[in-house]
């Protein structure tokens, strides 16, 4: 596969710092805000969102991490991958703001799956997605709140997202054209 698009290191922390002004418009007000990042795509990219708002909210975003291991719809068919983060919420998520995090939403199970698994620990009282690129083709009715990029898609090209943890003048988007 070849790559159709790619989007640099500086458009991405571009469109991060975009996003992170939104969501600190938003959110001004609001206590009990939590950024968890879907395993495992949304890690880096939620890291990366709640230290940007919290530098624009003048305090600290606390960050947690959300498996969808075990709530999929596919698990029969496609094996729980041995590298998946474990879920870990930095505190209580009733009555809590949570601003679900994922690097790509396609079809929506991901995210169907990430709000079961939300729900099964407590219950906020206000969810809210944020994603790095929306690809289109959705098979389910979600729809990020807040999106840094909108990249139609056909469903055989392929999104990939390399966010560096210790360098993010590495970071790239590759959309891969399908054969």
């Known amino acids: 596969m070849s790559a159709r698009k790619i989007i640099d290191s500086s458009q991405i922390a571009n469109t991060l710092e975009s996003m992170a002004g939104k969501l600190a418009t ?39 991490v959300l498996s969808v291991a075990f709530q999929r719809d596919d698990i029969g068919l496609n094996p729980i991958p041995n590298e998946t983060e474990p879920t870990h919420l930095p505190g209580d998520v009733d009555g809590a703001t949570v601003l679900l995090v994922d690097d790509v939403i396609f079809g929506g199970r991901t995210i169907r799956a990430a709000i079961e698994e939300l729900f099964s620990l407590g219950r906020p009282s206000r969810v809210q997605l944020a994603v790095l690129v929306d690809r ?37 988007i590759h959309i891969l054209a399908s054969a």
């Open 26 to 64: 938003q959110h001004r007000e609001t206590a009990s805000l939590i950024v968890v990042g879907i395993a495992n795509g949304g890690i880096l990219v939620a890291e990366r969102l709640a230290a940007l708002l919290g530098q624009k909210l003048g305090r600290p975003i606390p960050t947690g």
């Open 136 to 172: 289109g083709n959705r098979r389910l009715p979600f729809a990020a709140d807040v999106t840094g990029f909108v990249e139609p898609t056909e469903p055989a090209e392929k999104v990939i997202v390399t966010l560096d943890p210790d360098d993010p003048r590495k970071d790239s």
